[in-house]
């Protein structure tokens, strides 16, 4: 039987243990890689936009069936194999470098199939997550791997910018590698993930399976909302992010260990935010707390915008901060409340069909900021990611999810529906009483999940 504290878990601590050295390397990768393009390939606005929509381009690709996939599949094997392969991709990169022969378009082939991996990482992640823990400690698995993420951009983004330093970009990525290969190693104490997967009706098409994941969440007033939140939040991130390698080393002249100190500014915003989320929700309501909090926060991404020489950077630290501070919060209570409106053998696909969204939205952002700090200039584009931060809140704000006060008993075997506005919540299947890169994800990169 499942104990309600998660860390009583020995399945929990091994997924934990592996995504921490993940997440290590994978933040050391969010500000070594592009970095690499902008000082060792002499990369432009449009070519870093390029290679961050590419690193995010495979949920648009497969996102959607590698969700029917997962749930046929042996989910330990899925999580080791994509760790391992991340770890050989961004092994090649330093490695070439060496040999003289690195190229702007094996940084591309890099972060496309790494990607690709991360894709199967994700979906798996999340879909193994509620199998360890009991209902009552699901918030809690939650607010700990996010905030595990978030402390993660603290260490590895701020070791990213010094190590860049120190021993160049391309050596950083060594780290990357590193970070994957001892991830895949320490997940094969996994067990819980191994066992053989129910298998879908006979005869029953792929194209079946993700439809109806698909309608499970854009069907449901509430999840449909969450998505679209989250879905501008990373829209609007990545806007921002895509821009500010260039704007930091190139037109205001900082240097990398000040961009890795920037980033994880929101790294510790994301650890607040994850940290009050439980205490928060126990006092408002899980869906209050989602509303009420854009509100009130939301409006700090504009701050981003105004980044600076002087007091201007530390204006713009402090809105990255809030910022992602919010999206900490929306990434505990939000990944729970749709892990529990969700019934078992739909999860693997209702976390690839928010992944779809989601980071998609990424790759949408990085193109778009490529593609207007090229034709209108960086610090226009920077308005245009800020100004989709402040305005992200609204689905959720205007949607049932605030209504909710706690998360369902049990999830249920079929469709949730959501309660109308303003009526009490109603208890029974589907009517539960009541949101990772993990932060935005980027070349090498992940968090903001939600």
Same mark, same amino acid.
């Given at each position: 039987m499942r104990s309600d504290s998660p860390w009583r878990v020995p399945d929990f601590r091994t997924l934990f243990s592996a995504a921490v050295l993940s997440q290590l390397g994978t933040n050391v990768g969010y500000v070594a890689v592009p970095l690499i393009a902008v000082e060792a390939l002499d990369a432009g606005p449009g070519e870093v936009g390029v290679l961050a929509t590419l690193?995010?381009?495979?949920?648009?690709?497969?996102?959607?069936?590698?969700?029917?996939?997962?749930? =046929?599949?042996?989910? =330990?094997? +899925?999580?080791?194999?994509?760790?391992?392969?991340?770890?050989?991709?961004?092994?090649? +990169?330093?490695?070439?470098?060496?040999?003289?022969?690195?190229?702007?378009?094996?940084?591309?082939?890099?972060?496309?199939?790494?990607?690709?991996?991360?894709?199967?990482?994700?979906?798996?992640? @999340?879909?193994?997550?509620?199998?360890?823990?009991?209902?009552?400690?699901?918030? @809690?698995?939650?607010?700990?791997?996010?905030?595990?993420?978030?402390?993660?951009?603290?260490?590895?983004?701020?070791?990213?910018?010094?190590l860049v330093q120190l021993f160049t970009a391309p050596v950083a990525v060594v780290w990357v590698a590193v970070g994957h290969l001892a991830s895949a190693v320490r997940l094969l104490w996994l067990r819980e993930g191994d066992a053989p997967p129910a298998r879908p009706p006979v005869g029953e098409p792929l194209r079946s399976r993700i439809a109806a994941g698909v309608r499970h969440v854009l069907g449901n007033a509430e999840l449909r909302a969450l998505a679209l939140s989250a879905s501008?939040?990373?829209?609007?991130? @990545?806007?921002?992010?895509?821009?500010?390698?260039?704007?930091?080393?190139?037109?205001?002249?900082?240097?990398?260990?000040?961009?890795?100190?920037?980033?994880?500014?929101?790294?510790?915003?994301?650890?607040?935010?994850?940290?009050?989320?439980?205490?928060?929700?126990?006092?408002?309501?899980?869906?209050?707390?989602?509303?009420?909090?854009?509100?009130?926060?939301?409006?700090?991404?504009?701050?981003?915008?105004?980044?600076?020489?002087?007091?201007?950077?530390?204006?713009?630290?402090a809105g990255w901060l809030l910022a992602m501070f919010k999206t900490g919060m929306d990434n505990v209570l939000g990944v729970s409340l749709r892990q529990r409106m969700t019934p078992e053998p739909l999860l693997g696909r209702m976390n690839a069909t928010f992944r779809f969204l989601l980071t998609g939205a990424l790759a949408i952002g990085a193109a778009a900021s490529g593609l207007l700090g090229e034709l209108v200039g960086v610090r226009p584009t920077l308005w245009v990611g800020g100004a989709l931060l402040a305005t992200a809140f609204l689905p959720v704000f205007l949607s049932p999810v605030r209504t909710r006060r706690e998360l369902p008993e049990e999830r249920t075997e079929g469709r949730t529906e959501a309660p109308r506005e303003g009526s009490a919540p109603q208890r029974g299947p589907g009517t539960p009483d009541e949101e990772v890169p993990a932060g935005a994800r980027r070349p090498g990169g992940a968090v903001r999940e939600g």
């Open positions: 690193s995010t381009l495979a949920f648009l690709l497969i996102g959607l069936p590698a969700g029917a996939w997962v749930d =046929r599949m042996r989910q =330990r094997r +899925v999580l080791i194999a994509a760790d391992a392969a991340r770890g050989l991709l961004f092994a090649s +990169v330093p490695l070439a470098w060496w040999c003289g022969v690195l190229t702007l378009g094996q940084l591309y082939a890099v972060v496309l199939l790494g990607g690709c991996a991360t894709v199967f990482a994700d979906v798996t992640a @999340q879909s193994v997550l509620p199998r360890l823990v009991a209902r009552d400690g699901l918030v @809690q698995a939650n607010a700990a791997m996010v905030g595990m993420m978030a402390a993660g951009n603290v260490a590895g983004r701020g070791a990213g910018g010094g501008l939040t990373n829209l609007g991130s @990545q806007v921002l992010n895509t821009m500010m390698p260039v704007l930091f080393v190139r037109e205001l002249g900082l240097s990398a260990g000040v961009l890795g100190i920037y980033w994880a500014a929101g790294g510790v915003g994301l650890l607040v935010g994850a940290r009050c989320a439980r205490a928060v929700a126990a006092r408002l309501g899980h869906g209050r707390t989602l509303g009420l909090v854009g509100l009130l926060l939301a409006p700090a991404g504009l701050l981003v915008a105004l980044v600076g020489h002087g007091p201007w950077l530390w204006i713009a630290g």
